[in-house]
Structure formats: structure tokens, C-alpha cells
């Protein structure tokens, strides 16, 4: 028995201190009920205080974009907090800017809500549901990436091509509670009833693992969203549009749109990287739009090309691939766009070749995988 | 046994001649971390203060009324960290609702007061050296004091430091250093007055 005397004494020692402080959180941590003000009163909603604001608002069906579901370690939860809640905390610091400081903004998931608050947030937001989709299909794209399809059953989305979802991540194996990671659309907006996404297994990743190897047709996930600022511009400046991998999703989205749309007045060029062959996918159906339309231009490039690939296309960096066809195709004197969807290293490799090449800044939009 | 010490010479010993950071370096890493600049020295000295304080007196009545008679004195480092990681949360749920700008000023230095190592060296002290309960507290508060005292003078110093040519190789944590190592040869000079062991 005496080997049941440490555990014991140990989970008792524990027990009492956690509720403790359960006890003192209830009663210290009770702020009553607390108005929020959404836009100069366009919404008003009460809460019970105590609780982060990102978390109190989604009780109420207003979700902020928040690729780390609160943790406070992706900076996504950005509002306006028109209220006196203290000087900014040293978690929230490191996501904001001199000027967003200076107005105010906050990070939702580390602002407690204690009284009454007045914020701000875009009017777009009201628009984001929170879905109980079904997995409708998923396939293999290459050995890493996968398709997943979700069936949004009776409910509806509302978005614009380059936007994201939120996938709710259940805990499972080690996983202890909720995650959420944020995936672009690659399915076309006039489909209002299902979401495609292009998932890619990252070693270690909670998320991309849980799709990989968990989930099958038929299950259930939460989807929350739309969010995001990434579209395609009104202009008729040529797109230059770089992805690798999974970068390819809010591409496949933008330019089904522009056929669903008929716009046809601007060229798109879509320069699409990997390393060898086994990374590449839906060549067929890139190729196939290329020929249907003649104001899209497909340029698949191999970095490390294998033998066996036979490969006859581009080759070298995806950065190289686009410096030559600026200057030998498509002409550094046409008015010219850049969207970039990828890592934060591609991202500012492709913005040197693009700026090197005489396209602002202000006329490269991109998305980055941070 | 418990030594025949009066409470208030252990407590003036605590933050002088035996100075919890500058005669038995506990508690360094938040101490060189945190002392670039005055006022978060402050708000963690306090913090540490009352953290210590109450730590080794609970952990002192757990230890003698449970672990001793029990005889699960080997337990004494798992419960001691437990009871200091309960007691930094309550403590900031009490801050953040009776001052929060305090807690503000605080921010993430209070949770890590949980892993400084000054807050279990005294509570092991205290069962090594068998205090009774008066004895704890004033050691206790003591140390917290002692360590308060010694951030804000590291804190005092590296404020003028900016300001003073150091040698390139030096600037930073080595200056740093150095300066802790004269201020301990400083404390030193207080141990004619008094020395408990």
C-alpha cells in the first residue's frame, strides 16, 4: 500500500490547491455583465465578464480571424479597442505596428474583457459563420498534399477569391484541446455549399497532421470564415501570380472566378515551382485552361528535375523562371501586378525579382504562409 | 532542531549578509534578465517578495504538519514547486483584479516568477536549517527583500552603465556580470555583522 501513499498524497496536495483556484478565479475573475459596442452601436452585445474578448465575441457569433485559435502567437486577431484597457501587453507588442499602437489596435485574445468596451472591427466580419461542414471527399495530390472537399450542407458561403477558412481541429492522440489553422479557398466562389482546400502535410504540424491521417469522408469539422484580404485587383494590369506547392489553392480560386466572371480583358501569368515532378499537380487541368483561354499562361518550372521526370519544361528557381520571363516574354514596360502565395522566403525573393523589374511595391499583394 | 535565532536578526541577515541572489546566486537568470530597466525591477521585486513570503510559509506548514509526519520528506520538491505555481496564479488573479495596472506593468514576469529558483532555494533552506514558523516568515520576507534590494541596485547601476563607456567586448551581458560579481564582493562586507547558516 505504501507505494499508493505518494501519488495519493501528491493528487490530494493538487486537488485541493486547483480548486483553490477555481474557487478565487470564480469569485475574483466575476466582472458581472459587460456591454460590448461594436461600430459606433451597429451591434451591441452583452457578455458575462472575465473572459478574453476574441472568445467572448465568437459566443456571440462574431468571429475575428485568428490563425492560432487564441493563443496570441499569430497576431490575426487585430480590432480597434476604442476603450481605455490599459497600456499594450508585452504578448502583443511584437504584432503590432508604431501606427497601430498609436490607434489603438489590440489583439482580441489578450484584452479581458472587465467593463464595458467600445471596438472596431471591419464591417466584412459579420459575415463570418462558423460551419459544421462535412467532409465530402479527399484525395491524394501528390505524396503530401491533399484536396479536401467540404459539403456545407444547408448553409452558405459568401466570399471573394485569395480569401481563407479556419478549420477546427478536435483534440485527438497527444493533442489535448482545440486548434485552429487557417487554409486558403481553391474552390470557386459561385459554389456556395462546399469549400476545397489544399492541405500539405507539415512533419509535426497538429492541423495538417489530424487531415492526413485522421480524417475521412463522411466526418464532421467545424469551418470558420471567410476572412482575408487577398483578391485579385479591379485593375487591367497583367497578373504575375508565383505559388509552390499548396500556394497554388487561392490561384485555382482566383482564376476560376475570373472565368466564372467573364473577365477576359487581362493576361495572367502563373508561374508554378517545385523540386521534381512528385510535387507537382494539376497539370492536366492548368493545362487544359490554358488552352480554352488564350489570356492565361501556365509556366510549371523543376528546381532539382530527376531523371525519370523526362522534363522538357522550365527549369531552375521559380524566382530565376520569373526574372526571364519578365524580361524575354512578357516586357518589364507592360503594367504589371505580382501575387505571391507561399513562404515568407519566396515571398521576398519573388518582391525582389518583381521590384527589381520595375513593379511597386504597393502593386505586389500576397499571402504569405508565416 | 530549530536554531536559537530571533526572528529579526534572520530577517536583516536574510537581505544583507546572507542575500538570497548576492551570497547564494539564486534567482540570476530573471535578475540579469529583467534588470535593464528600473521600474519592471520594481514590480518583479515586489512580486517576488510576496511570492516568497507566502510560499515558504505554506510550503513550511505543509512540511512540517504533512510531508514529516508522514514521512514523505522526498516528496518535499514536487509539492513545493506545485504550491509555488498555485500561489504565482491566485496571486495573479488577485493583482490583475485589485491593480491592474500593476499587473500591466508586471505582464509576463509575474508567471515566471513560478520557475525562479530563489523561491524554492529558500523553501529547502528553511527545512534544511529547521526553522519554526516565525522564523520562516521573517526568513522568507527577508530574502524577498534582499532580492527586491539587489535587482534595484543591478537596476540603478545599468542605468548609469548605458550611459558609460564600456569596452566593446564587454558591453551587455559581460559588464553585466562583472558588475553582479562587485556587487556580491560589496554584500560581503556586511557579513561582520551578522552570519546565520
Not at chain 2, 18 to 35: D, P, Q, R, T, Y
Not at chain 2, 159 to 184: C, D, H, N, R, Y
Amino acid at each position: 500500500m505504501s507505494f499508493l501513499i505518494a501519488p495519493l498524497t501528491i493528487a490530494c496536495i493538487s486537488g485541493v490547491l486547483a480548486a483553490l483556484i477555481a474557487l478565487i478565479d470564480k469569485v475574483v475573475n466575476n466582472y458581472g455583465e459587460c456591454k460590448i459596442d461594436i461600430n459606433e452601436g451597429t451591434k451591441v452585445e452583452t457578455v458575462n465578464g472575465g473572459d478574453h474578448l476574441l472568445s467572448l465575441l465568437s459566443t456571440k457569433g462574431i468571429f475575428l480571424p485568428s490563425a492560432c485559435g487564441g493563443k496570441g502567437s499569430c497576431g490575426a486577431c487585430k480590432c480597434q479597442v476604442t476603450t481605455d484597457v490599459g497600456p499594450h501587453l508585452p504578448t502583443e507588442t511584437p504584432y503590432l505596428t508604431k501606427e497601430e499602437m498609436a490607434d489603438n489596435v489590440r489583439l482580441a485574445c489578450q484584452i479581458k474583457v472587465k467593463s464595458d468596451l467600445s471596438i472596431h472591427i471591419p464591417e466584412e466580419l459579420f459575415n463570418v459563420k462558423q460551419f459544421n461542414a462535412t467532409v465530402l471527399s479527399i484525395k491524394d495530390l501528390t505524396y503530401d498534399i491533399k484536396e479536401v472537399v467540404f459539403d456545407l450542407g444547408e448553409e452558405s458561403i459568401t466570399f471573394h477569391s485569395g480569401m481563407y477558412v479556419q478549420i477546427v481541429v478536435p483534440p485527438y492522440a497527444k493533442v489535448k484541446g482545440s486548434t485552429q489553422r487557417a487554409y486558403s479557398m481553391s474552390s470557386r466562389p459561385l459554389d456556395h455549399n462546399k469549400v476545397e482546400l489544399l492541405i500539405r502535410l507539415v512533419p509535426g504540424g497538429i492541423a495538417t497532421t489530424y487531415v492526413h491521417e485522421n480524417l475521412k469522408e463522411g466526418d464532421k469539422m467545424g469551418l470558420i470564415g471567410p476572412f482575408g484580404d487577398f483578391r485579385r485587383s479591379s485593375t487591367d494590369s497583367i497578373m504575375l501570380c508565383v505559388a509552390g506547392g499548396s500556394g497554388m489553392a487561392p490561384f485555382k480560386s482566383i482564376l476560376h472566378d475570373m472565368i466564372d466572371s467573364n473577365v477576359t480583358n487581362r493576361d495572367v501569368w502563373y508561374f508554378f515551382g517545385a523540386r521534381s515532378l512528385r510535387d507537382m499537380f494539376y497539370m492536366d487541368e492548368m493545362r487544359a485552361l490554358e488552352k480554352e483561354n488564350s489570356w492565361f499562361h501556365f509556366v510549371p518550372a523543376l528546381s532539382e528535375p530527376m531523371e525519370e521526370d523526362n522534363w522538357t519544361g522550365e527549369t531552375g528557381l521559380i524566382t530565376d523562371v520569373l526574372d526571364r520571363f519578365i524580361k524575354d516574354s512578357i516586357g518589364v514596360e507592360k503594367d504589371l501586378e505580382g501575387y505571391l502565395c507561399g513562404s515568407p522566403g519566396m515571398i521576398n525573393a519573388c518582391n525582389n525579382v518583381m521590384t527589381n523589374n520595375g513593379i511597386p511595391i504597393e502593386k505586389i499583394y500576397y499571402d504569405s504562409f508565416a | 532542531m530549530t536554531p536559537d535565532i530571533n526572528p529579526f536578526v534572520l530577517f536583516f541577515a536574510s537581505i544583507f549578509t546572507s542575500n538570497i541572489l548576492l551570497a547564494n546566486f539564486l534567482g540570476m537568470c530573471s535578475f540579469i534578465s529583467i534588470s535593464k530597466d528600473i521600474k519592471s525591477s520594481n514590480g518583479l521585486g515586489l512580486a517576488v517578495t510576496v511570492v516568497l513570503t507566502l510560499t515558504s510559509v505554506i510550503n513550511w506548514a505543509i512540511l512540517n504538519y504533512l510531508l514529516i509526519p508522514m514521512e514523505l520528506l522526498y516528496l518535499r520538491y514536487i509539492v513545493f514547486i506545485i504550491v509555488i505555481a498555485a500561489t504565482v496564479q491566485i496571486l495573479e488573479m488577485v493583482i490583475d483584479r485589485v491593480s491592474p495596472a500593476l499587473y500591466m506593468s508586471l505582464g509576463i514576469f509575474l508567471p515566471l516568477i513560478t520557475v525562479n529558483c530563489a523561491i524554492l532555494g529558500v523553501a529547502l533552506f528553511v527545512e534544511i536549517r529547521h526553522y519554526d514558523l516565525l522564523q520562516t516568515l521573517f526568513y522568507g520576507l527577508g530574502s524577498g527583500l534582499g532580492w527586491w534590494l539587489a535587482i534595484m541596485a543591478l537596476a540603478a547601476i545599468q542605468k548609469k552603465l548605458q550611459k558609460s563607456p564600456v569596452p566593446a567586448g564587454l558591453e551587455g551581458p559581460g559588464i553585466t556580470l562583472i558588475t553582479i560579481g562587485f556587487m556580491a564582493m560589496a554584500f560581503v562586507g556586511f557579513s561582520g555583522m551578522l552570519i546565520v547558516q
